[in-house]
């Protein structure tokens, strides 16, 4: 592995730790009806639009598997459902342009969607915990807002930084596909 490389995934991993500490101090502070945003979402997404699928799944899971070790939750959840967005993340990659504003925004409520409602339903599942499907979907809009809300703010800054981290990633391959 070059330098390059190795200082976008050191870049990545304080992104997170950076990411975990806003989640844990700042938003707490800055809620909407109680409710935080899913920073952890944004973050794999920008993962597995500007790395690829595989990178998408790999933090997914390293990150959802601390997340889960600092909170104190049950392993696993976390890991499976951020592995979740890695995906979506890398299928978007392939499939739409990460110019539009719009698209980006799009697929970041898809994402938070798909994340809570993966959590929400493995929950009940697992621990068979009570559904509150009125609680559910207010906590899931009330999210989503807020996500595409830091989206709008961070787009040109996640953008720059992911077509950098892109090129260095896929190299040339990345103009291929559109041609």
Known sequence: ??????????????????I??????????????GIKPNLFVILML??????????????GII???????WIGKNIGITSVCLALVGIVGGIF????????????????ALSTVLYETAVYILQIILFNINVE???FIKILLI??????????????LIR?????????IKGDKILTRYF
């Open 20 to 33: 975990y500490l806003l989640q844990s101090i700042f938003f707490t502070n800055f809620t909407i009806a």
């Open 93 to 108: 990659d392939k499939n739409f342009s990460k110019d539009s504003r719009i698209i980006i925004i799009f697929i970041g």
């Open 63 to 69: 990150y959802g598997v601390l997340i889960d070790l």
């Open 143 to 156: 999210e989503t807002i807020y996500n595409i809300l830091i989206l709008v703010i961070l787009y040109p």
């Open 160 to 168: 720059n930084a992911g077509y950098e981290i892109e090129s260095e």
């Open 133 to 135: 499907v009125l609680s």
């Open 46 to 59: 920008f993962i597995g639009l500007y790395t690829g699928r595989s990178m998408g799944i790999i933090y």
């Open 1 to 18: 592995m070059n330098m390059k490389k190795f200082l976008i995934h050191l870049s990545l991993i304080l992104a997170f730790i950076f």
